[in-house]
């Protein structure tokens, strides 16, 4: 199986900041690599597939990038209502796996 | 717009059965690959099982195989999880999701629904 390793677990950081999460792919997924936003109370949001593809409605001050097997979620100007949990997902084979998550807090 | 909309869950004891449902509208269902992901109580998402648009084929994780069924029915535009020997770690919230419609998105979950609670308790 491959395994997806996310970083950091949590992050504070304050209204108008740029803030990076990062996904560590145990093996080469070729950029099959999905980004979700979990509001509370709520149900995943897809943000980003194919590492750097919007999804239709996202604000643009989300992007994706990638680096070998290193994927990032950058959020620049940050608004309060980016506050969640973000997950990243390897959609390259069976079985699909999840990061484990990060806590996004607005100050 | 799309719509998922989960029910089946509840209280359930360690070893029976429960089955999920999901009604699906807004969009051509017949069309997409369908899936169901779990979330345990303030814990991540795990992927729990992926059915084809005919239902031919269908995919599990190891935790699940041999407990967990997915099934469709086209006619119907809905989504089944039919979950046996459920055990305490099987406690989580249930998504019904869709599959993306292209060969980029095609194993990303472009649309969720609300959930569905199953607690796996004596």
């Known amino acids: 199986d491959i395994q997806m390793t996310q970083s950091p677990a949590s992050l504070s950081a304050s209204l108008g900041e740029t803030v990076s999460i990062e996904c560590l792919a145990s093996?080469?997924?070729?950029?099959?690599l999905a980004w979700y936003q979990q509001k509370p109370g709520k149900s995943p949001q897809l943000l980003i597939y194919?590492?750097?593809s919007l999804q239709d409605g996202v604000p643009s001050r989300f992007s994706g990038s990638e680096s070998g097997t290193q994927y990032s979620l950058e959020i620049n100007s940050l608004q309060p209502e980016d506050e969640g949990d973000y997950f990243c997902q390897q959609s390259y084979k069976f079985p699909l796996t999840f990061g484990s998550g990060t806590k996004l807090e607005i100050k | 717009e799309v719509q998922l909309v989960e029910s089946g869950g509840g209280l359930v004891q360690p070893g029976r059965s429960l089955k999920l449902s999901c009604a699906a509208s807004?969009?051509?269902?017949?069309?997409?690959?369908m899936a169901w992901v779990r979330q345990a109580p303030k814990k991540g998402l795990e992927w729990v099982a992926t059915i084809s648009t005919s239902g031919s084929r269908t995919y599990y994780p190891d935790s699940v195989k041999g407990r967990f069924t997915i099934s469709r029915d086209n006619a119907k535009s809905s989504l089944y999880l039919q979950m046996n020997s459920l055990k305490s770690e099987d406690t989580a919230t249930y998504y019904c999701?869709?599959?993306?419609?292209?060969?980029?998105?095609?194993?990303?979950?472009?649309?969720w629904g609300q959930g569905a609670s199953v607690t796996v308790s004596s």
């Open positions: 093996e080469d997924i070729y950029s099959n």
């Open positions: 999701a869709r599959h993306g419609a292209t060969v980029v998105t095609g194993d990303v979950m472009d649309a």
């Open positions: 194919y590492a750097s």
């Open positions: 807004g969009f051509t269902f017949s069309n997409y690959y």
